[in-house]
């Protein structure tokens, strides 16, 4: 079974998600059988790389609300990561263009290391000190490797802006044609769809429902048709 997961480095929801997912997914009986795909989604695509700003100044731009919202607003979230048994920094975060990072997962993708890119990325925006926005591509370079992948490869998808950055816009178009307008947005095997981030409740609901609903195999085999076996093949008597 297959898990894709539509989701935004610069989301906290995305990173509570993922862990309450990840819960649910590590009390699953077939765990071992499904494989989970991140996709990209990028809440900001307008802004430019290099535009940072705080997120306090981000929040009360886009939304209308006041700096104690927004501070507010970013205090819940630290406690609904903590429940989660994640750190979470209240304040001093900043915001920025994610789409490299999108980029570099596509790369960690083909190299099996997508889950944990993912994972440094999440740690690093949500809670650690150092940007993942304003220290530049040496950044990007360094959780890359913490990740298991190779420096060189990493800075030269950086280098070229032109690198993954199709596999991105398909994410994207996809997640539209798929009718997610937020993320995290998870599709287990394109039947079913879960929105937000749900309790871990929900999620096990979900891979539970969608593992029984599997189409067994249909096998026609009408007349007489040859085939070959363990013990060889059969040959037509005359």
Not at 87 to 92: I, K
């Amino acid at each position: 079974m297959r898990v894709e997961i539509w989701t935004d480095i610069a989301c906290p929801w995305c990173y509570v998600g993922k862990a309450r997912f990840d819960k649910a997914l590590e009390a699953f009986p077939h765990r071992d059988q499904v494989e989970v795909v991140h996709r990209s989604f990028e809440l900001d695509p307008g802004r430019a790389k290099g535009d940072v700003q705080p997120v306090l100044a981000m929040l009360t731009k886009k939304y209308g609300m006041s700096e104690a919202q927004a501070q507010a607003g970013e205090e819940n979230l630290g406690a609904q990561a903590a429940a989660e048994g994640l750190e979470y920094r209240t304040r001093d975060r900043d915001h920025g263009n994610t789409f490299d990072m999108h980029r570099l997962l596509h790369l960690a993708k083909e190299h099996g290391r997508q889950g944990e890119l993912i994972q440094a990325f999440y740690t690093a925006n949500f809670a650690e000190e150092r940007s993942v926005f304003s220290e530049g591509d040496e950044r990007l370079v360094e959780l890359a490797v913490a990740a298991g992948l190779d420096a060189d490869a990493a800075r030269a998808v950086l280098a070229d802006p032109t690198a993954y950055a199709d596999d991105v816009r398909a994410d994207e178009r996809e997640a539209a044609q798929l009718g997610a307008n937020g993320v995290p947005f998870f599709v287990l095997d394109r039947k079913h769809g879960v929105s937000g981030a749900q309790p871990a409740e929900v999620f096990a609901q979900a891979l539970t429902e969608a593992w029984g609903e599997r189409s067994p195999l249909k096998l026609i085999d009408e007349g007489d048709a040859q085939a070959c076996g363990p013990d060889g093949c059969a040959v037509p008597q005359h």
